[in-house]
């Protein structure tokens, strides 16, 4: 009695040591796979931050740029222009309108360097600096506000006034030090008398860095690079998104709708799903392809339109919309369907009264997701020309324009690398951030519907 | 008479018009079907099967798991109709209208056949707005009066109104088990069906509410005619007049529920009651 007791009792013990034993092992084996899952988190992370990181850096200090704050002299002898025509009782208004624009083209015709220079050589630099190294320093666009001030305001003219002038490209890679001091004045960008009146002026404090505004406000420019901007690449990214919205959106649900809910399950159907599916993977360069052999070729739409560039990346975020829609309405239980059904509702009541509204954060979701792709989306764009220079700020889709993600491109290759490689960045940085605002939005809208539903 | 998905068609013109005076002046019978089969693709779950259900009385369809309960109840209200690959044939009368004629709409057929499910299924919407829908999509309220009053009565008929009247704006899928399942009775109810077909609606709720249920069924069957799948024997013998007991896609026996649990003429029927089979 007391043996088959005692047999038993090492039974269980040797049965407990086995499994605390290969609980040991099970153990083991998870903690392992824990610590791989955090390391490979950390080291995504680490990516991220290191990308992120890397472009901040590079990118915030082209948002400040340096400016002189010069005295500038409205020089009669060098403004010689007549008095502001003023419309006359009895003149036509045709007539006031030529005779306004032959005043404004005496006004391009102005030396406006000259004032510039002037005000460089009076900004207390004491440094000796010649006409030529004195223009070098100011931005080419400085002209152009010196003109508009006067063709605001003529009184302006044989008074003196502050005026912010930009630095020029060259002047900024000096005073942000990105240029080396070491250099043979034979390799510098900028003549010795011009680098020393900046530093002269930095130390005096009328040249300073300030916020540069001017690069959500103007458009590209390759004649004054300092004052170079990303408005027309904005707007253009801008209408392509409507474009997008408003059409890949809806057609993209409705297909989708359709192919789920309504459509007969046969070899059509089938086809057309293998087909869709295919779509979600073909290069984007190809539907630039497309979209130049259709919409330009044969459409006879004009190129770099931010229109047509809809159009191509509507044709790209389709299968992505239609895929995630779907995906959405299979998700659906359908117990719902039943419900629906059971209680009399046609298929389509069943769909847009009870599926659709559970899955609308999915779509949402999806939709800008979508959206958010084609925003970054550069390689088709490029074979429809909108890699083409456009210094304007389009007014319709129909007007040629630049593209952000194209802008990134055509700054990352300008030969001024000193100065757009910082500016590259700077555009980056606000594609990053548009698609930040974006994916943002869709975590909100979702959470908001969710809790809602 | 022998009716294949083929040829009900013909059949549905040309026999079951001159049928109907007959069944309704009769008015024994509210249901009939008539050699109903069913297949799955190219698999049969129902072979040839007819039944007659009476009017304002409950009836239970019993039988082992897979043998075709919940599919043939779905014939009554063409559920089926939406599953994939399913084809009903022969002939399922109410009220002598072939319910497969193509005049008859199928909406319309769901609005006089209710349907609760296995599990309940509200709405994701408010509990006012579960019972609502369906008559506001059959145009059977005009005014918010109106559908005050159709959605109170409807709650009070499935014996729920005292628990929820003060919260009709709450999600009704935010109710108890047994609380939703009433409240699906209460949405079928509202639509003013004259069939309603339960499919195991018990079986996903505790003792109590399963209590509170099979007492609302006891009620419901004065206004009623009622279809009840259920795996429970004691629960087929406490709610129906009438059982039948399927097995293996055919109607074995069907009958009087005391005459099936007390005194079964098939073998089958006894072997399943005693817990033989299933
Ligand atoms: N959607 C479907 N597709 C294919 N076969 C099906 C489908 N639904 C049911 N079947 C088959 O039809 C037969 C009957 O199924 P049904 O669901 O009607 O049985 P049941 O009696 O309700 O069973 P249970 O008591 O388990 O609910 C089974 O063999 C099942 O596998
Ligand atoms: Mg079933």
Redesign the interface.
């Known amino acids: 009695m007391t043996e088959i007791l005692e047999t038993e009792a090492a039974a269980n013990d040797r049965r407990r040591a086995q499994v605390r034993k290969s609980l040991a092992r099970r153990n083991g084996a998870e903690t392992r796979f824990k610590l791989l899952g955090l390391a490979s988190v950390l080291a995504a992370m680490a990516f991220v931050a290191v990308l992120f990181g890397n472009i901040l850096m590079k990118g915030v200090p082209a948002f400040w740029q340096y400016n002189l704050d010069a005295e500038v002299f409205f020089d009669p002898a060098v403004i010689n222009v007549p008095e502001r025509p003023v419309q006359q009782p009895g003149q036509s208004a045709a007539d006031f309108q030529a005779e306004m624009l032959a005043w404004q083209r005496r006004l391009a015709l102005v030396n406006w360097n000259r004032l510039i220079t002037a005000s460089v050589q009076g900004a207390g630099a004491g440094v000796e600096i010649d006409d030529r190294s004195a223009v070098s320093v100011i931005d080419s666009g400085a002209r152009f506000v010196l003109r508009d001030m006067v063709a605001a305001d003529p009184a302006l003219i044989g008074q003196t006034r502050t005026v912010r002038l930009l630095l020029s490209a060259d002047g900024d890679n000096w005073a942000k030090g990105k240029l080396s001091r070491d250099l043979p004045d034979s390799r510098q960008q900028l003549s010795r008398p011009a680098r020393d009146t900046i530093d002269a002026l930095i130390a005096s404090g009328a040249v300073h860095r300030s916020f540069a505004w001017h690069i959500f406000t103007n458009v590209d420019s390759r004649a004054s690079p300092a004052s170079a901007g990303l408005a027309g690449a904005f707007m253009g990214s801008f209408y392509m998104m409507l474009v997008v919205i408003l059409l890949a959106v809806p057609v993209g649900v409705a297909s989708a709708l359709y192919l789920e809910e309504f459509a007969p399950?046969n070899r059509i159907t089938d086809l057309i799903e293998v087909n869709i599916n295919n779509l979600a993977a073909v290069p984007s360069i190809v539907f630039g392809l497309l979209g130049a052999a259709v919409f330009i070729n044969i459409f006879h739409l004009p190129l770099s339109a931010p229109l047509v560039g809809g159009l191509v990346l509507t044709l790209m975020t389709l299968p992505t919309i239609i895929i995630a829609t779907r995906s959405a309405l299979r998700a659906v239980?359908p117990?719902?369907?039943?419900?629906?059904?059971?209680?009399?509702?046609?298929k389509m009541?069943m769909v847009f009264?009870?599926v659709l509204?559970?899955t609308f954060p999915g779509i949402l979701t999806a939709s800008i997701i979508g959206v958010a792709q084609a925003l970054g989306e550069t390689a088709p764009l490029l074979l429809i020309g909108m890699n083409a220079f456009v210094a304007n700020i389009p007014a319709t889709p129909l007007d040629q324009s630049a593209a952000l993600p194209v802008q990134v491109y055509l700054w990352q290759g300008n030969e001024n690398r000193n100065f757009f490689e910082e500016r590259t960045f700077a555009a980056i940085i606000v594609l990053l951030g548009l698609m930040i605002l974006l994916n943002a939005l869709a975590i909100w809208l979702r959470t908001r519907l969710e809790r809602k539903? | 008479m022998n009716a294949t998905p083929e040829s009900r068609a013909p059949l549905s013109g040309s026999r079951i018009r001159p049928s109907a005076p007959a069944s309704v002046a009769s008015s024994v019978s509210r249901i009939s079907a008539r050699d109903v089969t069913v297949h799955y693709g190219p698999k049969q779950a129902i072979f040839d099967v007819s039944i007659e259900i009476p009017e304002k009385s409950v009836t239970a369809f019993i039988g082992p798991s897979g043998c075709g309960k919940s599919t043939f109840l779905r014939c009554f209200n063409r559920m089926n109709d939406t599953i994939e690959g399913c084809k009903v044939g022969g002939l399922i009368t109410i009220d002598g209208d072939d319910i497969h004629d193509p005049s008859l709409d199928v909406v319309e057929l769901r609005a006089r056949v209710g349907m609760v499910f296995q599990k309940p299924n509200p709405f994701p919407k408010s509990i006012y707005d579960n019972i609502a829908y369906g008559p506001r999509i059959h145009g059977l309220v005009k005014t918010k009066a109106e559908t005050d009053d159709l959605v109170e009565s409807s709650l009070k008929k499935a014996g729920l109104w005292k628990e929820v009247a003060d919260r009709l704006d709450a999600p009704g899928t935010g109710l108890s088990g047994g609380q939703q399942q009433r409240l699906c009775i209460a949405r079928t109810i509202a639509t003013g069906p004259e069939v309603i077909l339960m499919d195991e609606p018990c079986s996903a709720l505790d003792p109590i509410a399963t209590s509170i249920v099979e007492d609302l069924i006891h009620e419901l069957r004065a206004q009623y005619t009622i279809i009840i799948v259920t795996h429970s024997m004691q629960q087929a013998a406490r709610v129906s007049q009438k059982t039948a007991f399927f097995h293996l896609g055919k109607l074995i026996e069907y009958g009087e529920t005391e005459q099936i649990f007390v005194n079964p003429k098939e073998k089958q029927t006894e072997a399943y009651i005693t817990g033989r089979i299933g």
């Open positions: 399950k239980p117990s719902l369907r039943q419900a629906a059904l059971g209680i009399g509702a046609s009541q009264h009870h509204p559970v539903a």
